[in-house]
């Protein structure tokens, strides 16, 4: 009887892996030729089927012939939970998600005042209602891209701060942000976040394991040459090498956290319910506003590290 359950269950398992990697293949060149609108819509129809293990490449784990049968079948079963619709990470895993979930606990937040809008909507609106200027960026991105701080001064002239272009009006920089970016992205408007210099602001990520904070890492991408800091949970600099970026040039550079921000940190770490997330924030001159969650960080291999502190 156990060995028939084994034998159905890999009969399953073969329609499953064919039925994926159709679909994966559709979604590759969808994403290849461009068409944003016809992928955005075949993802909606995804979700709404409710597919079981997410599509994406840990199915590709699932259904490796080398794991073993018990093996397959414990990650299904976590699949099928994390892929529900009524799962706590699926709803707070969107930046939207993210955002209503933090400042329910309290987490200070940039102003957002468009989203999951066209360009021709972002073209619409009216920008003169922002006062100290905004940041332009993708709904649906990562790793900065396509993501544009515009300020204007006072003579009309508009500056991204994070690329360092210079255009004669807001106008101009829309027109040139939309022949710069693939078409049919949906796009949010949200206030921009500057430092107590008026210079753009750190970013400051918090590893959390289990509603503890063991690691932070300061980020200053804007300067010629990206700077990237680790900090334990007390301030205390670590020594650690990363893969693509480290500063070492003897810079002192002091922690844009307190005692009172790891606090609500390991709060929301606490309430999340996933052994580990990476909460990122934005320094300003308040203090910290909530950027967003990640639960798979990547980009950045740290190879060597040494004096964290229990």
């Not at 597919?51 to 784990?61: K, L």
């Not at 289990?210 to 300067?223: A, I, M, P, S």
Request: glycine share 6%.
């Amino acid at each position: 009887m156990e060995n028939d359950s084994f034998v159905l269950i890999e009969e399953e398992l073969s329609k499953i892996r064919n039925s994926f990697k159709e679909i994966d293949s559709h979604i590759k060149r969808m994403a290849k030729s461009g068409d944003y609108d016809s992928l955005n819509s075949l993802r909606k129809r995804i979700k709404r089927l409710s597919i079981v293990p997410p599509v994406s490449h840990s199915f590709t784990v699932v259904l490796n012939d080398l794991f073993s049968k018990s093996f397959k079948f414990q990650r299904i079963v976590n699949s099928s939970l994390m892929a529900s619709m009524v799962s706590s990470r699926n709803r707070i895993n969107s930046k939207a998600g993210g955002k209503d979930f933090c400042a329910e606990l309290g987490c200070r937040l940039p102003k957002t005042y468009l989203t999951n809008a066209s360009y021709s909507d972002v073209r619409k609106f009216d920008f003169s209602v922002i006062k100290n200027g905004f940041v332009l960026k993708p709904v649906f991105g990562a790793q900065s891209k396509n993501v544009h701080g515009l300020l204007q001064n006072k003579s009309g002239v508009v500056k991204d701060v994070f690329s360092g272009k210079t255009f004669s009006s807001i106008d101009h920089a829309l027109t040139s942000i939309a022949q710069n970016s693939p078409s049919g992205l949906k796009w949010e408007v949200e206030e921009l976040i500057l430092n107590s210099e008026g210079d753009c602001s750190y970013d400051v990520k918090f590893y959390t394991f289990y509603g503890k904070v063991v690691l932070v890492l300061q980020v200053n991408r804007w300067e010629k040459r990206r700077e990237d800091v680790f900090f334990d949970r007390n301030g205390n600099l670590v020594q650690a090498k990363i893969s693509r970026y480290y500063r070492s040039d003897g810079k002192i550079v002091n922690p844009l956290f307190n005692e009172r921000d790891i606090e609500l940190v390991e709060k929301l770490s606490t309430e999340i319910p996933f052994p580990f997330c990476r909460i990122d924030f934005l320094a300003g001159r308040e203090g910290l506003y909530f950027g967003e969650l990640t639960f798979n960080a990547g980009g950045q291999v740290v190879s060597t590290m040494s004096g964290i502190k229990s």
